[in-house]
């Protein structure tokens, strides 16, 4: 097995994210992670769009972002469109939730929960139709298709 390394970033603001990506990629990192917290930080997913258009090999992905913040087929979509503007370069990291759900006055799921996000998440990514909390959910784009 090969050491990877990879870098996690507090996005404070989009030009400092991008700048400290292309200073990771640059530096050989073979992952640049973002933090997630929509009420300290910049969004997630607008960060890492204009992070995969700057960057060229490095992958990128949230680091971590919790199952209640966004519903899986929210986030089903915004990972596929990553990929896509990536080429491929994309890494999900998913938690149970810290300051992203405290700030809001929320409770993290735990890990039963964050388990069936996982899966409702794949499912999606997939292609399938699939229920979560009690009702049918589906995209209708193309299968995610994933590259390793």
Not at 22 to 44: C, H, I, K, P, T
Request: glycine share 10%.
């Amino acid at each position: 097995m090969q050491a990877r390394f990879g870098i996690i970033e507090v996005p404070r603001s989009i030009a400092s994210t991008i700048e400290h990506a292309l200073m990771a990629e640059a530096a050989g990192f073979n992952w640049f992670g973002v933090a997630d917290s929509q009420s300290l930080f910049r969004e997630l997913f607008v960060t890492l769009g204009v992070v995969g258009q700057a960057t060229k090999n490095v992958m990128i992905g949230p680091t971590v972002t919790n199952p209640l913040t966004r519903h899986p087929a929210v986030m089903a979509s915004a990972i596929a469109s990553v990929q896509e503007i990536t080429n491929g370069r994309v890494m999900l990291g998913l938690g149970t939730g810290d300051s992203a759900l405290y700030n809001l006055n929320e409770k993290p799921k735990g890990l039963e929960g964050l388990r069936e996000y996982i899966t409702t998440v794949q499912s999606l990514l997939q292609g399938d139709h699939i229920n979560y909390g009690g009702r049918e959910i589906h995209r209708h784009v193309q299968k995610f298709e994933q590259k390793i």
